[in-house]
């Protein structure tokens, strides 16, 4: 019987928040930090790894670590604009299935695998989660948990997390269908594919991965794909050392399975969250596996390119229990991840050469083999059992035959992604077979940008609104500084100018826009961030103010944008002005907010600090006492628990209790 692949479309409906409108504001401050290395910023991590560390290092990891890290999330806007309600909706899916597997992916949010089910056996072979529900997780803010997802730009979850991609139907090696999934990475500017099927008779799903650096110099490159599993199992991979990085922030060697007293194999041993890069030994096949007390589970594999491999725990405490919690409904299991990337850490980035490519083969599946008892004997069988049913050889011989597929064009169109890799390729002319990013896809966002590379000039907006998303790449760079100086023009140009490092010229920029603008308050606005970095702080706190004020005489109306600017044009001001102590002037902000947006759990949190700034302990008490969510908390933050510490000396609520670490003096 011919085993016959078929891609079909799904829809696929569950209790789903709403993402909302991105944040407006060009995010011109770092990454946040936050409690793993997965989800912050790498800089600071970097320079938590002192001399004696690197000494114990490979010296290509030693290199790699901290080599051009992401100091900025431009291009790309926060997504910050979803709550926490969720209702029935509808989901957009495309299933690529044969009579061994059925994959399910979500080309609107990121093209992740949500489902992986082997259909002999009617096992998911996945952590699914039940519902979408959007947390800032991922590096620009929202993400949510579950499958499979395709992580590149930087250390954390992509920007892409909840972002649709390009999907199309391809001919596969075998002569079936592969589903194709591009886009463009705005991050580092890179194109990059994920091509998957399903061999005749394999219980294996297969990735073909690519990514191309079309540009005239080196990029840094970063890849994790990252697979969340229910954590009630046990993970093996053929190390027996790893790279551990915890709450105590310090990259550190520890031996696998036990470290301290603890087998850590076993996700909820783990007290915090916690990362373990395993130390897979040279010209070892890479592979990684989650098995269940009776030994059944998935197994991902890879071409030796795909080097590292890592688990992710949240940990049995309070604080990793309560994030679970919080990414999905009551009643659901628990996860943890493993992930296999192009470096031995997450705090690494790769050198992609100018006008090159890199690529690489992984497979999924099902794995059944004992998980319990001595570490070198399970490992051993394992290894032994997936020789077995997916031999080394193949998974090479796979890869060897997908790249010559990897260029074909794609034939019907799934889905769309984003205009912005047909921006890039209509400036610079560029051959990218395979991934056609065709002008069609130009929309509203690029209009502008495509103006300026058309006529040198920055066409001013056609009506009043919240100023546009600003290019910051160099080329873009240096055709907003030949274009007229418009006021609008000077705005982006200086947006573009802080980006590349020179915050005395954007200031200028910004200064030299203020005479003229029809808008005060993105230029003023940006004039305060710059005022925060420098130190003026009760300087921005008045920036701040007069931005608000004017934001507040230029809006329009009370639909979605004016009222995104306003939330996020307000709650930088609150904090602005609480920080340099004037109270009075936080609560006039605070009173001319939407009600709506006083209602939401971030104002919420806000609200008691503003009444405490006010004396009001009894008040800002009384906040806590009623409850709030706040949607958009950043994991590993701990401002919930700080503010509770000031008013009161009782133990915090479990309810806002997401700490990642153990308390400290």
């Known amino acids: 019987m011919v085993d016959v692949t078929r891609i079909r479309r799904e829809v696929l409906t569950l209790p789903a928040a709403q993402l909302g409108p991105d944040n407006p504001l060009p995010p011109l401050c770092p990454p946040p930090l936050s409690a793993s290395l997965e989800r912050g910023d790498p800089h600071d991590e970097v320079h938590r790894i ?30 910050d604009g979803y709550g ?27 093209g992740r695998i949500a489902s992986l089910v082997h259909l002999p056996t009617g096992r998911e072979l996945l952590y699914r989660n039940p519902v979408f529900q959007p947390a800032d997780f991922a590096l620009n803010g929202a993400w949510y948990s579950g499958g499979i997802e395709w992580n590149i ?75 969340a599993v229910p954590e009630e199992r046990r993970i093996l991979a053929p190390a027996e050392e790893a790279w551990s990085f915890g709450y105590e922030r310090r990259l550190r060697r520890v031996p696998v399975p036990s470290c301290d007293g603890i087998d850590r194999t076993h996700p909820l041993n783990s007290p915090y969250a916690a990362d373990y890069f395993y130390a897979v030994p040279d010209g070892r096949r890479r592979w990684i596996a989650a098995l269940d007390a009776d030994g059944h589970g998935l197994v991902q594999t890879s071409t030796d390119l795909l080097r590292g491999r890592k688990l992710f725990v949240w940990g049995s405490g309070p604080g990793g229990r309560r994030w679970q919690q919080w990414l999905t409904e009551p009643g659901t299991g628990g996860y943890c991840e493993i992930q296999a990337g192009l470096a031995r850490t997450q705090l690494e980035h790769v050198r992609l050469e100018p006008e090159s490519e890199v690529s690489w083969l992984e497979a999924y599946g099902p794995l059944d083999t004992p998980a319990e008892g001595a570490w070198p004997e399970v490992v051993r069988s394992a290894e032994e059992r997936l020789a077995a049913v997916l031999p080394r050889a193949r998974v090479q011989e796979a890869h060897a035959a997908w790249k010559p597929y990897a260029d074909t064009e794609p034939g019907e169109i799934l889905a769309t992604g984003s205009g912005w890799g047909a921006l890039e390729v209509l400036r610079a002319d560029w051959k990218l077979p395979g991934t056609p990013f065709a002008e069609s896809t130009l929309g509203e966002a690029q209009a502008p940008w495509r103006e300026l590379l058309r006529t040198g000039s920055l066409p001013e907006p056609r009506r009043v609104r919240p100023p546009g998303e600003t290019l910051v790449a160099p080329h873009w760079r240096d055709m907003l500084e030949t274009a007229p100086a418009t006021p609008h023009t000077e705005y982006h140009l200086g947006v573009a100018q802080w980006h590349a490092g020179d915050r005395a010229q954007a200031v200028r920029s910004w200064e030299r826009a203020l005479p003229l603008a029809p808008s005060l308050w993105p230029l003023l606005r940006c004039l305060a961030v710059a005022d925060q970095a420098s130190g003026h702080h009760e300087r921005a706190a008045e920036r701040y103010a007069e931005a608000f004020d004017d934001l507040c005489r230029e809006r329009r109306d009370d639909g979605e944008t004016w009222t995104a600017a306003v939330a996020a044009l307000g709650r930088e001001a609150l904090e602005a002005l609480l920080r340099a102590r004037r109270a009075a002037d936080a609560r006039a902000v605070w009173e001319r907010l939407l009600p709506a947006v006083r209602r939401r759990g971030r104002f919420r949190l806000l609200e008691a600090e503003l009444l405490l700034a006010e004396g009001r302990r009894a008040a800002a008490r009384a906040v806590f006492d009623t409850g709030f969510e706040v949607a958009d908390l950043r994991e590993g933050a701990e401002v919930i628990g700080r503010l509770w510490d000031r008013l009161t000396d009782e133990p915090l609520p479990a309810r806002f209790d997401f700490r990642m670490r153990p308390d400290t003096p």
Do not use: K
């Open 50 to 79: 002192d001399g004696r560390e690197r000494d114990d290092m490979p010296r290509d990891m030693a290199r790699q670590l901290g080599w051009e890290p992401l100091h900025s999330l431009l291009p790309v806007r926060v997504r």
């Open 84 to 110: 926490r309600t969720r209702e029935p909706r509808a989901l957009d899916a495309l299933v690529i299935e044969n009579d061994r597997l059925r994959a399910t992916v979500l080309p609107g949010l990121g």
């Open 153 to 227: 730009g930087a250390t954390g979850h992509t920007t892409l997390s909840c972002a649709p991609v390009h999907a199309a139907r391809v001919p596969a090696p075998d002569g079936g269908e592969m589903l194709r999934l591009w886009e463009w990475e705005r991050l580092r500017d890179l194109p990059f594919q994920v091509d998957l099927w399903l061999p005749e008779g394999s219980d294996f799903l297969h990735v073909g991965v690519r990514i191309r650096n079309p540009h005239e110099r080196p990029v840094p490159t970063y890849w994790w794909s990252n697979i």
